[in-house]
């Protein structure tokens, strides 16, 4: 292997660095009109009056587009089928109105002159008390409303398999229950069992460019979408129902992401779209740094309560748990399956039985972010893991290597699990030097472990390989470059076709002409396209050698590819060079096929696993906690670019810091976000980041390209758990039951004794 | 079949009727500066002085560009390698200077105040002179030209294979002998000789978009280019080559194209490339009517002399020919092969020895038209074939019949024919009502047959066919559409596929991501690209059925497409729907792979035939040439599509007429051109082209996709030679010599009883 496994940077960095790469909101479009929404200051509320007429009078002001104004050709709930709020305020920051104008100030200053009347509701905010039988509606309903439906119906359409419906309030828009064995009796036989409840906040990705998207028709009634987003194949998909054009007439051109971890998919797309396709101009829409903490795409509140049992020698027995989700005003995007599963941890149990709720709340949408529900799962069943081991005198660690789900064994969703690596994260961390010397540690400090898995998604995809007429090799994928899988399918394409990765280019085609790639999310897109890439790069390889062959007389078997030549072997006098056979194959008149290959790919999920230490101190006198060491055991399979994945770790480490210690988007009573700028959302800034040391684990996985899996989601999971558990180990015995772990919560705890601070 | 053969109008052809296509001069580009060119006012001079300084001073100019301040890499001569004049101005209209600026008035503006001091030189217009030893040079060199070196070196490099280089001048640039058998012992023997000596003017292309390219860099210095061409990979290979840059770091972009005809590779998109490149700004340079009559790439004069052997029973024995072809000012672009072969026509010869030369001349460069050469060739070879027939008292299809190559037999270029259907289209017209009834005539009236055949170009091709989620199918190939071969891949890719051709989109992706695909030119596309889009659709087809089978439990082989389903053979019960099977296909968490099929094709030539017959009056006062009928039986292998077949043969029949009675670029004994517009230069307008009869001949090509071969260029060859050859048998022996046959030239030869009118 001369280019797997070899640490190389990151092909974007080089433009990102220079200040060349053009993001969304830099590339210029000719005839340019600029939207800025109109958002709602209300977080529940019905729009009784929407006067736009001041706003229509500033001069530059093109038009102020209301919900009825929008071009839509499909009806349903949710931001893509209501992109401006229609009858009713559902979160305080929904658009409720769209300016475009001649240019952005212009927008921004008749956003300001439209007055909105709305009659406020009791905003449902306390996810608890909306899940519960009898609570006040989310979202009222009208008959004018989406659908014409009530939320009754879409109530009545959940399916509650296994749990009474009667016992949900009509706010629960999914339910998911995994359920096996004899929990109660299996609990009832333990030698231990610890529980607690669980609270983590709304989080935002905190990727560095807002939410953006250029949209215009081509005269001929094409619509065409640049865009900041995570999911060309899919938006294209989504704005040809909704706008109701035929899905090859609309193209989406995913320009460089400026950060995105799930969040960017298809915020702003329809607004744009809707708005270009109004007003047949261009139409940007380029979230503010405000608007976007407001008003996109975070992640939701959970709360999960779990209760554990173990054996005496530490044998897992039963799991039971409650996880409520805040999707916020979220009606078409679930992850109640997702979030049951996760919050058994990767472990092995005998019975089970865990319910997950997501609940309607007069909150901003809920979104993806990196590995969704998987954090908090891992912050709630990693304290409890590491309570069992301290009730029962075990070492975490060993009995975690005791449990840990291995291949063959079976989730609790029922899936069998095919290679795994958890366990060999763990045994690597458990002679490192600060697990081994952790009591030793000076007072007041304290080592956490904790594991955190994601069981990795997957989606069709294929790659066109074709040499070029200088003897270069161009990668054509669909894939929207997320975290520089772009690098990565230039490195699998140079040790496949046996060339330099410098003779490899990479293109990322638009939906009108790319091969299919699914949306860049659930960690796949290495291991999915990346195998089509291999794939086809091996079959232009073999159509190289099949026209070198002919030009020598020999068989192609005969022949390999050394520094840029097609050789007999052992007789190197004979060489052709790529690069003059390339231009002789492509040119008028040669009778050679195009040296191109395209590749396909169908995978089974990879799962992921990160085991993390994290050191802390913990200062008894104010509850500060500060991270002084993280460490982060990831298995990734193969690690096709060591840099790479190394940054995928220490991001995800460090993210996940954000979540343990900092991060939360705060609502306060009226459901008004309180911190919605930089400054108020506190997101790990370098000093707050300590030194992160990333091990990589290569546990291949079978059908990867060269054994590898996905990367990006499994290295935040654990870390807050890890946190919480070195907080624990630091305090001896303050158990963080809420994220993000405050200054307050600690010293609070600390100052009552309570070894279970609330906050 | 229920695509292939099935008339459907062009794709193309609404959105143009529409209005709604962007050319490349309607495609809006922010930022963009606009280029004029300064052409020179002499045919052949030294460049004393530019003075750019009053055209700098206009408020809106950017920058006015000599050949020194363009950032060229390479040298050499001729067009590509220089786009501006450096020292030695070669043609009047040659670019000397390009002003930018803000508006393209602002810069025309500027233009006409560049002072251009020239040292005027004999400016070289003759062909035949131009070609005798110890001519003038039409390029006189000095030191600091191009290459650094003299006409002297360009003429030592030239390959005289069996010509004596001392009897060349210095002006020939190139030259081709084609000689076999004894040519002198055979026409001695032979019962009849004719001999002619026939001229051709410079002939421009017709189209109805002039020249234009915009060309910018991004930010990241990738070039990029949007441009009305044929050629998007050619070109980018080109410039890459010329600036200096990366072949993966130019992107072409092939705009719909307004008219080609061959005329349209990379004539100003060296001059746009370099003047953004230069000036890192987006610049378009889009040809004004005049400029592109006068400097862009038309057809060059052609002189031939030919001589021509039978037997008393027709069977020909030998052909000896000179063939000059007027090369003006391009130094990078030789036809002597294609024209010395063509001077033959598609019959049989014992003997043969043709010469041909390219021969530089102080006119503009020469550029491919539509089968280049073979309308001069066939006007030539056909009027003395028909004078054989007439001295031989042989019927002219009868002769042709006994003479035509067939498959098997060697051209004079030695090649082995493969099938062709020259034969079979003389078959054709054997029995039409025109030929048989043509004794019985009026006066003044005549018909004249002839043939026409072009060799057939190829190229490797390849293309994708992707099925989308919508249960469509896209088809994605590299190739420019200039004369509806989108519509051709869509038949071919439907028939394949098994669904209507409504459910196929064509896409052209630019030359960063599309699969190879050659210049469209030389009468290939369908013939390559399309046999590629054939194997790339039937791919596809396996590949969804092989999915369909899993999911039905069944083998692929029992499945059948039946009307945008899938079923099993006389189950249509159990059918799933293209659609739906597509969208549970292409989504996330799907375990099936994307059906996409990518094809190749390697080609061998197929050539083509196309005869005629041309009814004409002549008024035997005027000697004004009307032609009142013209039949066009042409091989076009098999018609895809008949009606864009017959549009082929309208068009190609109408073209010819323009080169039989009325276009020509006339160049004053200046060299400065007469005919600068189209008010002076004559295209046939509706009004003189007659009804025209087109008879498909299908002869299939053996690798065709379904038979096709290429059909744009042969029907325009024998035109001109069947309307000289109705001449002659109008009048009763005015036998054409020199094209356009005017009234003029037709007079003076009924005038003086002349049978051969040399105008």
Redesign the interface.
């Known amino acids: 292997m001369s280019t797997i496994g070899v640490p190389t940077p990151r092909r974007d960095s080089g433009?990102k660095v220079?200040?060349?790469?053009?993001f969304t909101a830099d590339i210029?479009?000719?005839?340019l009109f600029h939207a800025r929404p109109v958002l709602a200051h209300e977080a529940h509320a019905l729009i009784t009056a929407l006067d736009v007429d001041e706003a229509l009078a500033l001069p530059g002001v093109v038009a102020v587009l209301k919900a009825a104004d929008l071009p839509l050709a499909a009806s349903g709930r949710g931001r893509l089928y209501e992109p401006l709020a229609r009858d009713e305020v559902r979160y305080a920051g929904q658009p409720i109105a769209l300016v475009v104008a001649e240019s952005e100030a212009i927008a921004q200053d008749a956003a300001g002159l439209v007055v909105a009347e709305l009659e406020p509701l009791d905003p449902v905010l306390d996810l608890e008390a909306a899940a519960r039988p009898g609570a006040p509606r989310a979202r009222v309903g009208t008959a004018d409303s989406g659908t014409g439906s009530e939320i009754g119906d879409a109530h009545a359409a959940v399916k509650a398999a296994g749990l009474d419906r009667e016992q949900l309030s009509e706010n629960v828009l999914g339910t998911a229950l995994l359920e096996d064995g004899d929990v109660a009796g299996e609990l009832k036989r333990s030698a231990a069992v610890v529980r607690g409840r669980f609270e983590t906040p709304w989080i935002h990705q905190g990727y560095l460019e807002t939410q953006t998207a250029t949209a215009w028709m081509?005269?001929?009634?094409e619509l065409f979408v640049t865009c900041s987003t995570q999911a060309p194949?899919a938006t294209r998909?989504a704005l040809?129902k909704l706008l109701g054009i035929?899905?090859?007439r609309v193209r989406i051109r995913a320009a460089p992401l400026g950060g995105a971890f799930g969040g960017k998919m298809m915020v702003v797309e329809p607004l744009a779209a809707a708005a270009a396709v109004a007003l047949r101009r261009p139409v940007r829409l380029a979230l503010t740094r405000s608007e976007d903490m407001a008003a996109a795409n975070p992640a939701g509140a959970q709360i999960l309560e779990l209760e554990l049992g173990a054996e005496a020698d530490g044998t897992l027995t039963a799991i039971r748990g409650r996880v409520l989700v805040d999707r916020g005003s979220t009606e078409d995007f679930g992850v109640e399956s997702i979030a049951a599963l996760l919050s058994a941890g990767p472990y092995r149990w005998r019975a089970h039985r865990i319910e997950a709720l997501g609940v309607a709340t007069n909150r901003v949408t809920f979104g993806a972010y990196r590995a969704p529900t998987a954090p908090p799962a891992a912050f709630a069943v990693e304290s409890l893991i590491d309570e069992l081991a301290q009730r029962l005198e075990i070492d975490p660690l060993t009995l975690r290597m005791r449990n840990v789900l291995r291949e063959g064994d079976r989730t609790v969703a029922g899936v069998t699990l095919p290679v795994f690596g958890a366990e060999a994260c763990l045994e690597r961390l458990r002679e490192h030097p600060l697990w081994t010397g952790r009591a030793g540690l000076p007072p007041n400090e304290g080592v956490g472990l904790a594991i955190g898995w994601w069981p990795g998604?997957?989606?069709?995809?294929?790659a066109?390989c074709?040499l070029?007429?200088?003897g270069?090799l161009?990668v054509?994928t669909g894939a929207a470059d997320m975290t520089g899988v772009e690098t990565a399918f230039a490195a699998i394409a140079a040790e496949t076709f046996g060339v330099d990765p410098d003779r490899v280019?990479v293109?990322a085609?638009d939906t009108?002409?790319?091969?299919?790639a699914?949306?860049s999310g659930?960690s796949k897109i290495t291991y999915t396209v990346g195998r089509a890439v291999e794939r086809a790069a091996a079959e232009a390889r073999e159509?190289l050698l099949e026209v070198a062959a002919e030009e020598l007389e020999i068989s192609p078997l005969d022949l390999e590819i050394v520094g840029g030549s097609i050789m007999p072997r052992g007789v190197p006098a004979k060489a052709i060079e790529i690069d003059e056979l390339a231009g002789r194959?492509?040119?008028?008149?040669?009778?050679?096929?195009?040296v191109?290959?395209?590749g396909?790919?169908?995978?089974?999920p990879a799962p992921q696993a990160a085991a993390h230490l994290s050191h802390v101190r913990v200062d008894p006198q104010t509850g500060a906690v500060e991270v002084l060491g993280h460490v982060v055991a990831q298995d990734v399979g193969r690690a096709l670019n060591p840099a790479l994945v190394e940054g995928q770790m220490h991001g995800g480490a460090a993210q996940g810091i954000g979540w343990a210690l900092l991060e939360q988007l705060v609502h306060d009573d009226h459901g008004q976000l309180t911190t919605g700028t930089l400054a108020g959302y506190s997101l790990p800034s370098p000093d707050m980041t300590p030194p992160i040391e990333a091990l990589i684990v290569e546990v291949p996985a079978p059908n990867g390209p060269y054994g590898a899996k996905g990367v990006g989601e499994a290295p935040v999971v654990g870390v807050a758990g890890a946190v919480a558990n070195a907080v624990a180990a630091a305090t001896g015995g303050v158990r963080p039951r809420r994220l993000p772990i405050t200054t307050e919560g600690v010293w609070r705890a600390l100052s009552d004794g309570s070894a279970q601070p609330t906050s």
């Open positions: 433009p220079r200040g060349a790469t053009r210029p479009v000719p005839g081509t005269p001929d009634g194949f998909d040809a035929a899905t090859e998604g997957y989606e069709p995809a294929a066109v074709r070029d007429s200088d270069r161009t054509i280019r293109v085609a009108s002409s790319a091969p299919y699914g949306t659930g159509r194959i492509l040119r008028f008149g040669s009778r050679h096929m195009p191109e290959g395209h396909r790919s169908a995978q089974s």
